[in-house]
């Protein structure tokens, strides 16, 4: 699960109502932040939106201390910044009665009772489970052009995606139905698959599953059991380049394997797999082997122009909504490039095959 899905859960928050004291104590590990000043806000999924601090105090030596009430018991974010407003530390943490900070490895650590116990294990863990990939990732920013370090880089990310997966998703299902599961659940869900949620959705109580991020998560999960592996395929009615109506059924259940690949001219990853894509038409299109471009565009130039610069032959339909297409709700899916194998009969078969991936099923298919 990944852009679109982010994009749209990412709103929304979950807290408790009834108001509630608060005494936030901070230990520095040293005093070299006396006199910055400590900030405190609602927590928000995107902190470029500025709300106004609940609370402020200046540090004194290497310490601080913060108290007061709060109208709903939730998620709050401290930070540290000098005088000219650069931010120098930060972080999230859940409201209790007494609230403990420290400075750890030149971030903020919370302690004071089991929910942000459980987040503070979540975030060591998470921590240690990304080092490499920050390793990788540093080393290929130095030289972009280091095709090694690429490499190393891409498959760092790809073993770090596949281990959060299961890391995240069992401390979710562990923890839906205290805050810090949920919060760990808005923070993560880009790295679950549909059965990753179905566990979730499964683990959650009554009360938990009546939460709206909850019911947004069931609804995902609904639309996307429409197009799991044996089901028939969904209709798409859009427009081909010329203008004209095109329909999905005028090819896919036909006689032939049908690919749809949902791409866009504005999407990096949908070029680089367009030469593979050329590739297996050109060796499979003869033996009953079609390919469907869905475009996310916006721009019906740029679309058409991309169609025409990489000489893609296969027939091709939008709706020029972007992310707002009806394929992406349709079809269930929160990133490009994303494809969808059908056979001949218009079921799906497969999805999300890209190169060799793709190149493998079509051998077995149709044999060398």
Not at 201 to 207: D, E, G, K
Not at 264 to 281: D, F, M, N, V
Not at 296 to 309: F, H, Q, R, S
Not at 331 to 341: D, G, K, M, N, R
Request: charged share 20%.
């Amino acid at each position: 699960m990944k852009t679109i899905m982010i994009a749209v859960l990412s709103a929304l928050l979950i807290s408790c109502s009834g108001k509630s004291t608060y005494l936030i104590h901070g230990s520095l590990a040293d005093a070299s932040k006396n006199g910055h000043q400590v900030l405190l806000y609602p927590f928000t999924e995107d902190q470029g939106q500025e709300a106004l601090a609940l609370d402020s105090v200046l540090i004194e030596g290497d310490s601080f201390e913060l108290s007061g009430r709060v109208d709903s018991v939730g998620w709050f974010f401290l930070v540290i910044q000098d005088a000219q407003g650069e931010r120098s530390l930060m972080g999230d943490f859940f409201m209790e009665p007494r609230v403990e900070v420290a400075e750890v490895e030149g971030r903020l650590a919370f302690t004071g009772g089991e929910i942000n116990a459980i987040y503070q294990d979540f975030d060591r863990d998470f921590r240690a489970l990304s080092e490499d990939l920050m390793q990788t990732m540093r080393v290929y920013q130095q030289n972009r052009e280091d095709q090694a370090a690429f490499e190393a880089y891409s498959a760092s990310y790809e073993r770090f995606e596949q281990d959060m997966r299961a890391f995240s998703t069992q401390k979710v299902v562990d923890n839906i139905n205290n805050p810090a599961g949920m919060h760990i659940l808005k923070s993560t869900v880009q790295y679950m698959e549909l059965e990753d949620l179905d566990a979730v959705l499964a683990a959650a109580s009554a009360t938990a599953l009546e939460q709206p991020f909850m019911q947004m998560i069931a609804e995902i999960s609904r639309k996307a059991h429409r197009v799991i592996p044996g089901r028939p395929f969904v209709e798409l009615e859009m427009n081909a380049p010329d203008g004209s109506p095109f329909l999905l059924s005028s090819i896919a259940g036909k006689g032939s394997y049908v690919l749809i690949d949902f791409w866009a001219s504005w999407c990096g990853p949908c070029i680089r797999e367009i030469p593979h894509l050329k590739a297996t038409y050109e060796a499979y299109h003869s033996k009953g082997f079609e390919i469907v471009g869905v475009s996310l565009d916006t721009d019906g130039d740029a679309w058409k122009n991309a169609i025409e610069t990489h000489t893609l032959s296969w027939p091709h339909m939008s709706d020029l909504a972007g992310w707002q297409s009806t394929a992406v709700n349709l079809y269930a899916f929160s990133s490009i490039p994303h494809t969808v194998l059908l056979d001949p009969e218009g079921k799906i078969v497969a999805k999300d095959l890209r190169g060799e991936a793709l190149s493998q099923r079509l051998e077995e298919i149709f044999g060398k």
